[in-house]
């Protein structure tokens, strides 16, 4: 049934989970993605799967890595001060190649910071927090639908590799209402299909095969390091599977765009009001955060394009990936508001013209 | 010729790296022959904590997973809603359960998470060389109270086993000692029961087993028992703190 | 009258000595041998007046220790 409904960004992430096949959800209540935690709790059971509030967001992110290491598909999410607190979490799961998928409905920050939406967790997720070599994939979709559709991929992708996967909203998305489509697709694998399909599952050894074990930890350092290789192999497929990107009217653009997530929005129109005054502009969209989709850069028309703008709602943290991909050769310059602030179109057009004119 | 004592098969053969007379050895296999002896090594899945018996899946016969320190009860309540037909159970030492994990256990017992817990306490932390711990005796020496634990610094030594029990949730609390045969048998018996509880899926059942650290205290491991019942004894009480009728 | 045979996995034992400290008929001794740990083993010193009663079996944290009756 492909009935378009109008839902709460957070609820239409939580339905998403439910469709894609999430067995355990683990959550402690944080604004502003509270109205998710609570539809689980509403709807997961309902569905055949188990939510679980738990203590803190250090307990659930550990429950999540106890329901992956038993096969099942498991999900947790916060915003940016308890992914913080999650970091460890990250890195264990991570480390022990186990699939999670963690929706992150971001806010201002540093430190308790606000509830307003922000994108300075852009670091957070894709630099990660925890300690070691590790990566998680990171998928920032741009409105509610593409949020759905993400975060049932998110679990697929987490499976594939068996990896965490980070989907990252904001709070404007998290709480904004919009028609989607949940397709209704839920399929939960049976006891018997995870022994196969997982086979290193703690599921009982049934007394057929050797006991399994979850670690990360290889007090040996040659295993370290040949563990340690081994998990670089993989992040290296990833970086040549995964990067995905939108790119609009980059030819004959003066300036390009860098913005994800809602903020994209934002520079679509004001991508019309500067055509309104004559100013060609375009933007390159990341979808995948991590890998970033450096590539997407060489597709610049280096004959009319002047500057680069990163938009942010933070300080300025793509747009250090956004210089990686430019290599110099164009100017990349900041535009942004943080703090829960956020730019209008038109006040996002107005810096950038002015920006233009220090590059004619 | 018959058997009446062989190892159970819970325990994998692998030597463990514990040191001589160190009662993990013990306490593993305790637990390992009580899941045995209900065949249930095929249906178990097993938490381990960050300390000396971090790599205990070496040794135990079960499917385990390491967790992080102090997590494991979180790890444990992710795992029972996974297979909620599997023994599932936690091993943890002084630092893991009594300090870091604090909050995990309670939050385990407060919800009557249907998996055992088996806490070593043995007043010290063994792995990273003999520190202080929440249940270290006052005037114990270690090397971070090197003049001896004293209350206005580090307050009075937890007794977990006590705090637990005033949880609705802890239905099976008992503690016990494996500083002789009689109170190693008495140990077995409680860890079958807290097994039986999980069984019947009554509510969280918790086991404190009191052990001994012979190389942290600086004593031989036969005077650390004596260590342990001569002073570790007095002040955490054996005996049962909770039980469900349907197993007593 | 049962007898018990008491047998010892010497390569595990790591001579801590818990089963000599709880024998009631003090029949365990540590071995002048060394075994491929470096330790003495413990050894049965009279077999005959074992009692089966497996205090040491029950001590003993490596599974050295097997006991049968006959």
Redesign the interface.
């Known amino acids: 049934m492909n009935e378009k409904v109008l839902m709460k960004g957070n609820e239409a992430f939580g339905a998403a989970a439910i469709q894609a096949g999430c ?2 959800y ?1 959550g402690y209540p944080i604004t502003p993605q509270n109205e998710l935690t609570e539809y689980m709790s509403r709807e997961l059971g309902k569905a055949g799967g ?1 939510f ?1 509030q ?3 967001e ?3 992110i ?11 598909k ?1 999900m947790v999410s916060s915003a940016s001060p308890g992914i913080a607190l999650m970091q ?2 990250f890195s ?1 799961i991570a480390s ?1 190649e186990l699939p999670l998928v963690a929706v992150n409905v971001s806010r201002g920050g540093p430190g308790i910071g606000g509830i307003q939406p922000g994108q300075a967790d852009y670091r957070q997720v894709t630099r990660g927090g925890g300690n070691g070599d590790y990566h998680i994939v990171v998928y920032a979709p741009y409105c509610i639908q593409e949020a759905v559709d993400l975060i049932i991929r998110a679990f697929d992708t987490a499976d594939h590799y068996r990896n965490p996967v980070i989907v990252l909203a904001d709070g404007m998305m998290g709480q904004m209402m919009e028609p989607v489509v949940i397709p209704q697709i839920r399929r939960q694998s049976s ?1 018997s299909e995870i022994a196969v399909e997982k086979p290193w599952a ?7 095969r050797d ?7 290889w ?1 040996d350092p040659q295993q370290l390091e040949d563990q340690n290789i081994r998990l670089d192999e993989k992040y290296q497929r990833m970086k040549q599977e995964l990067p995905e990107y939108q790119s609009v009217d980059l030819e004959g653009a003066e300036i390009v765009f860098t913005a994800f997530g809602t903020v994209s929005r934002i520079a679509s129109e004001a991508i019309r009001l500067l055509g309104q005054r004559g100013i060609r502009a375009g933007m390159i969209r990341p979808i995948t955060l991590w890998p970033f989709p450096y590539h997407a850069f060489e597709q610049i028309d280096h004959s009319s394009t002047k500057l680069i703008v990163s938009a942010e709602l933070s300080m300025g943290q793509m747009i250090e990936d956004v210089e990686l991909a430019v290599k110099g050769r164009k100017p990349v310059r900041l535009i942004q508001r943080s703090g829960g602030m956020v730019f209008t179109p038109a006040e996002l057009a107005a810096r950038a013209e002015e920006l233009l004119s220090q590059y004619q | 010729m018959k058997p009446i004592f062989e190892y159970t098969k819970g325990m994998r053969e692998q030597d463990t790296h514990y040191c001589p007379g160190c009662t993990h050895g013990i306490a593993h296999r305790l637990i390992m022959e009580s899941l045995d002896e209900r065949n249930a ?5 097993g ?1 381990c904590p960050i300390g000396c018996s ?2 205990a ?2 040794y ?9 320190h102090g ?1 494991a009860p ?10 909620p037909e ?1 023994y599932v159970f936690t091993y943890q030492g002084d630092g893991d359960l009594a300090s870091i994990g604090a ?2 256990i309670v ?1 385990a017992a ?2 009557g998470e249907k998996f055992t817990t088996f806490f070593i306490n043995n007043a010290i932390y063994g792995m990273t060389g003999g520190q202080m711990a929440p249940t270290t005796l006052l005037g114990q020496k270690t090397t971070t109270s090197v003049d001896g634990r004293k209350k206005e610094i580090s307050g009075m030594p937890l007794r977990v086993a006590e705090m637990l029990s005033t949880i609705d949730g802890a239905v099976f609390v008992e503690r016990v000692a494996l500083d002789s045969p009689a109170h190693i048998r008495s140990a077995k018996k409680a860890i079958v029961k807290a097994l039986d509880v999980q069984e019947k899926r009554l509510g969280f059942s918790f086991v404190e087993i009191l052990s001994t650290c012979p190389t942290n205290w600086g004593m031989t491991p036969v005077k650390a028992q004596a260590w342990l019942r001569e002073n570790m004894i007095p002040y955490y009480p054996l005996g049962n703190f909770r039980c469900p009728e349907e197993v007593k | 009258m049962t007898h018990f045979t008491v047998t010892f996995r010497e390569d595990k034992c790591k001579g801590c000595e818990l089963c000599i400290s709880v024998c009631p008929k003090n029949i365990l001794a540590l071995r002048d041998t060394i075994n491929t740990k470096g330790y003495h083993p413990v050894g049965v010193t009279d077999q005959d007046q074992c009692i089966g009663c497996c205090s040491c079996a029950l001590s003993c944290p490596d599974g050295v220790i097997r006991i049968d009756a006959e």
């Open positions: 067995d355990l683990f188990t679980a738990a203590e803190s250090l307990a659930a550990n429950m999540a890595y106890g329901g992956a290491c038993a096969g099942k498991a460890e979490g264990f022990a006891a703690l599921t009982g050894s049934g007394g057929v006991r399994n074990v979850v670690r990360s930890l007090l | 090594l095929g249906d178990t899945i938490v971090v790599t899946h070496q135990f016969n079960v499917d385990s997973c390491e967790a992080a997590r979180a790890v444990a309540a992710g795992i029972r809603r996974a297979w599997k909050g995990e939050h407060l919800r």
